[in-house]
């Protein structure tokens, strides 16, 4: 692959729509100078008091993500991804978003505790030309969350083509730890995404048929909207917050030399302790934010290596998880010696979530396909012959519970400030990444089992795996009800949202 020209390049990238899953490029020849490390704008506001404005501009523009290829990209403030927006606990926000694109979008602000007005789900879509203003007091802990497009059936395009940002939440506990967070410095956000491209530079999107089944993938890996970048590491000890940005595949991060690696955060927040580990997987929605000591100052790579778990069986997981990529680099032979320590613990272990204290235990079963198996191919291959990407026609495909997506129907009442446990089952072939807007949960168990400790904190993505697995979260609803707009469950894997695969309640 060395010396590949641009156009070789751009011939296998669309060679690579055949088998859009098994292609594998090198990035580093067509991306020669274009793969430092970017760290993105912090936005913290303009502050006054407690009450912190924010403005995101939403434009359509061109990134160039190989050299002298311009691809069509959508980004909030900038041509491809947003700022990472930042406050503290108990300060209100407000971000007036504006939207300058042709078509109707949305900002949902993903893990937040919110009014359902201000949630930003598809009720409250912004029409071109128009903004939106959301306005929320920030009340739950220090964490990683992150925002993206939430419209109707757009959902996963405006993603792939740039609609998203982390969001940083700090608190008082979370200053006092001593961790490293210089932002930018030893404290670094990671928005982890898989691409495909065409020929022409455009972002390949719904080209091939396994994308409307298993989600959208590719091999081109982007951390920040930067191919396969190299981090230069500036301390010995670096604070990763891994975001998997992606609109629908599974990361198990690794090492290329296997070092070890402490987990420190969740979806939600921290854990009760670090947790130390090799590997870890993260599924698309999820964050986690970890330690690494690189004080013996060499060059290494953070991949993704095939899984043995989360992908369903046979075709299913070959065609999900069984590539190896290349994530980032990490040049740590410049690193200046960190005064910073890995805490022992870094949160009290209460999560304040009683089983004894629920108020109701809900079911819910995620489907795929007509009864499954060849019933689903013979539907995708229908729908493909249609073409497009219009997915209102026959919205059976990606069901919970037996039906699609219906804006105009509530699926369920929450009281408010009540807690639940949440029975997720699945009856599909391949995992799902289950997502809840408002709240923030804990796992209880996955089929029977303990969640992985990485899993033990608060979170609001929490991945269930293939055949008929089970897992069960519980939660408490916060104080926040309007009987009319409702706040969305669904399956994070973008493209089964879009298809249907979500419900709303609302908080009475
Ligand atoms: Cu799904």
């Known amino acids: 692959m060395k010396k590949q020209s641009r156009r070789t390049f751009i011939k296998s990238a669309g060679a690579s729509l055949l088998l859009p899953l098994t292609a594998s490029l090198s990035a580093k020849t067509t991306t020669a100078g274009l793969n430092t490390f970017v760290v993105p704008p912090l936005n913290i506001g303009v502050r006054d008091g407690n009450k912190v404005s924010y403005k995101l501009s939403i434009n359509s523009s061109k990134t160039e993500f190989f050299k002298g290829v311009n691809t069509p990209t959508l980004g909030l403030n900038q041509s491809y991804l947003g700022p990472v927006l930042r406050a503290k606990r108990g300060d209100i926000v407000n971000i007036k978003v504006e939207n300058h694109i042709n078509e109707i979008t949305t900002v949902h602000w ?155 955060a969740g979806d939600c927040g921290f854990l009760h302790k670090p947790f130390k580990t090799k590997q870890i997987r993260l599924a698309a929605a999820e964050r986690i934010e970890i330690l690494v000591d690189v004080s013996d100052r060499k060059e290494l790579i953070l991949k993704s290596i095939p899984s043995s778990d989360g992908g369903g069986m046979g075709m299913m997981r070959m065609m999900s998880n069984n590539e190896e990529l290349t994530i980032m680099k990490i040049d740590a032979r410049q690193a200046k010696q960190s005064t910073r320590k890995i805490p022992t613990i870094l949160r009290n272990s209460n999560f304040k979530l009683d089983q004894k204290a629920v108020n109701q235990t809900r079911k819910f079963s995620l489907q795929m396909g007509m009864g499954g198996g060849m019933g689903m191919m013979r539907g995708m291959m229908g729908r493909m012959a249609n073409g497009g990407n219009d997915t209102n026609n026959e919205n059976t495909m990606f069901r919970i519970n037996g039906k699609s997506m219906d804006i105009n129907r509530i699926d ?79 399956c994070h894997i973008l493209e089964h949202e879009d298809q249907g695969m979500m419900g709303q309640f609302t908080v009475v």
């Open 110 to 264: 993903h893990g937040m505790t919110l009014p359902a007005k201000m949630d930003g789900g598809p009720h409250q879509s912004i029409n071109p030309n128009q903004s939106w203003t959301s306005e929320f007091k920030i009340r739950q802990e220090a964490a990683t969350l992150w925002y993206h497009s939430h419209a109707m059936h757009k959902t996963g395009p405006q993603v792939y083509h740039g609609l998203a940002g982390m969001f940083i939440i700090d608190d008082e506990g979370s200053d006092k730890l001593g961790l490293p967070d210089e932002y930018g410095i030893d404290d670094i956000p990671c928005t982890i995404q898989d691409r495909r491209f065409n020929q022409d530079g455009t972002f390949s999107y719904m080209t091939a048929m396994p994308d409307r089944m298993m989600g959208m993938m590719g091999s081109i890996i982007m951390v920040n909207g930067v191919v396969t970048p190299t981090l230069v590491a500036k301390s010995t000890l670096m604070r990763l917050r891994l975001h998997n940005g992606s609109n629908a595949r599974t990361y198990n991060l690794t090492f290329n030399d296997g070092r070890p690696f402490h987990i420190i």
């Open 412 to 490: 369920f009442q929450v009281k408010a400030n009540s807690t639940e446990i949440w029975e997720i089952t699945n009856d599909s072939p391949m995992a799902h990444p289950f997502h809840v807007h408002n709240v923030q949960f804990r796992v209880l168990d996955i089929n029977g089992k303990r969640p992985h400790p990485s899993e033990s904190g608060l979170k609001d993505v929490v991945l269930v795996p293939g055949h008929h697995a089970r897992v069960r979260i519980i939660m408490r609803f916060p104080e926040y009800s309007d009987a009319k707009i409702p706040y969305m469950y669904h």
